[in-house]
């Protein structure tokens, strides 16, 4: 069986460079064209919702000089791939709050939705300036706003106010570079979803990276609560 919804922790990209004596900078570049690769293995195979980690609300903390590098792969890779996005039939979506980003990401990421909002073969979820307690910080505080009652708060409710609205819960959380945590990353959806960590840095995740992942999801038996027998 394939994901449905495959969500990935692109995590590495300095050390990766590090290991070659490079500059942090190269490992993000490098980072962005795994991505890419990944983009496209996915949408061959016929995974329907992809996300992936792109910055998160901590990653502010970084120096200055490597967030405006983030931002410029951001903002290049959105202006290089609208084309080969389109003809992909692949939608982009952005989790996060987007309104605390510069004006010109804004505005590049804006225009990439709209020239995607019609795109139905998979959708690309980027989580940028994301964080998974504070979306549903959010949620709640719009579940209030709205004047919702308590008895309509239910967890499908919850799934409705949440960055990931109308898509179904991650199905495989995949986290490169040997870090064995989630990072704040889609706290309520990953409820049930099976995990794979690799040592394998961002940079280095290829497509055949990514069949050995998927073969190991096919393997598992999920049980969500029930025995083995059940199954
Ligand atoms: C992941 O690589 C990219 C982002 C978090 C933006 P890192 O930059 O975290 O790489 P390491 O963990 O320092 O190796
Ligand atoms: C998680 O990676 C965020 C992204 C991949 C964008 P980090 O490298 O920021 O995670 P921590 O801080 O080491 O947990
Ligand atoms: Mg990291």
Redesign the pocket.
């Known amino acids: 069986m394939l994901p449905r919804h495959l969500a990935v ?3 590495g990209n300095g050390r990766w460079a590090k290991a070659r004596g490079l500059k942090r900078s190269e490992g993000h570049k490098a980072g962005t064209q795994a991505a890419k690769n990944i983009v496209t293995r996915c949408r061959e195979l016929g995974i329907e919702h992809l996300t992936l ?4 609300k ?2 502010w903390a970084r120096p200055k000089d490597e967030i405006a590098t983030l931002f410029d792969l951001l903002t290049v890779f959105l202006k290089k791939e609208l084309t080969s996005l389109r003809e992909q039939d692949i939608r982009l979506k952005i989790l996060g709050e987007l309104s605390e980003f510069p004006f010109g990401v804004k505005q590049v990421v804006a225009h990439t939705i709209k020239k995607t909002e019609d795109c139905k073969s998979m959708t690309l979820n980027l ?1 940028l300036n994301y964080s998974g307690r504070d979306e549903l910080v959010r949620a709640c505080r719009k579940m209030v706003a709205e004047g919702i009652s308590e008895d309509r708060i239910t967890e499908e409710t919850m799934s409705d106010y949440l960055y990931t609205a109308g898509q179904p819960d991650p199905d495989l959380i995949i986290r490169t570079s040997g ?1 064995l ?1 989630l ?1 704040n ?1 889609l706290l309520y959806q990953a409820a049930y979803s099976e995990l794979y960590f690799t040592d394998v840095y961002w940079p280095d995740f290829t497509p055949e990276e990514l069949d050995k992942a998927l073969a190991e999801y096919a393997r598992r038996q999920r049980r969500f609560g029930k025995t083995g027998d059940q199954i």
């Open positions: 922790i692109m995590d980690y792109t910055f998160s901590e990653n989580a870090e945590r990072s990353y």
